[in-house]
């Protein structure tokens, strides 16, 4: 069969790791930038936009797909149910929630809450005409189901990632003992929760915090950290190098958040043998079975997040048995082969497509 994947430039590194494991299935894959068949929702430039849907026909003339695998909710969807071209979608955070937080920051008659508002209508009808869901944690697919509750949603691990890609690799010049974080900024639901770094800092002068990313409340977060002389902020790092350097240099992997689908840097920190403390929040506790590979803790526990870093860096034993057991999770549920063949399984079960499987 032919799968057709949109996703977005970031996402394109794993989306080829996905692809390549799809053709021991008899998937054959194209994958696609969606940013390059689409014009800006309010954008008034009719030369682009005609040129856009020019390349829209002309990508359905060079590779006729049986299925649509959409990685991210985009208006291509729309050209999609237009052809009716049967198309699933993967569902990797919170959509729901991010709008509130959104639409809260972008309140008012402009063109920007116009924009949001003509997004929402499209996401609507994607959602709908979709032949199915594919969820990356239960609790996406509990969200899902609150809001489409005769909705076909399956629950696939689908951020995953190349193993071998993932080792120790040159160390960065850090103060020790230091504990790295690495987060974008764009969402204030998910990046409020470093202000509880505020308090942990002052209590913890002899510990240095690494914070690695980047977005449009960077300046408003970042404001508040760097009056403290332990924080470090790194901007964005090149993925994947200077992001493996990262977490190869650092003793404690931190993840704060109060949204999370399921938390790609966390696996990534399991893959690279770092104990993780993150937020227990959304589909985070299906990542980290406390005390056993890692440590979960309430949004805005200062209290437990620095008693849970003076243990580990105390007791180097804790450390290791964290990231054994969540780098054997890691690897067991987040390798891109398994991904794969669970969701060829699910295509040839539930949806009913041919899979010739090539071993």
Known sequence: MKLLIACNSERKIHMDNFSEELTKFGIESK????????????????????????KQEKLLDTFSPDLILLDRISSLGEFFIKKQ??????????????LMWTKKFNQGFNLKSISISKNEKMTKKIFSKSKGIIAISEYLKNEV???????????IYADGRKISDWVPTKNLNLNHPCVGLVQGFNIWGKTQELETLIPIMK?????????????????????????????????????????????????IFLFLSRLEGL??????????????????????????????????????????????IQRLLSNPQISDDLVSNAFTKAT????????AKNFAELLEKKYFFKIRANH
């Open 85 to 98: 071209i049967p198309f699933l979608i993967l569902l990797r955070g919170n959509y729901w929630e991010e």
């Open 332 to 339: 067991k549920n987040f390798s891109w082969s398994i991904i």
């Open 203 to 251: 209590e913890m002068p002899h510990v240095t915090f690494y914070l690695a990313g980047d977005g449009m409340f960077s300046e408003k977060i970042i404001r508040k950290l760097k009056n403290f002389e332990n924080f470090v902020w790194l901007g964005n790092l090149q993925y994947p190098k200077q992001i493996t350097n990262f977490y190869s240099s650092i003793d």
């Open 145 to 155: 189901k609150k809001r489409y509750p005769d909705k076909s949603v399956d629950v």
């Open 31 to 54: 994958i696609i930038i969606d940013t390059d068949y689409l014009e800006k929702t309010l954008s008034l430039d009719l030369k682009s936009k005609r040129l856009k849907k020019n």
């Open 263 to 308: 938390g790609q840097s966390i696996i990534e920190s399991m893959l690279m043998k770092k104990p993780v403390i993150a937020t227990n929040v959304g589909g985070i506790p299906e990542l980290i079975d406390n005390n056993e590979n890692g440590f979960l803790v309430n949004p805005g526990d200062d209290k437990k997040i620095i008693l849970t």
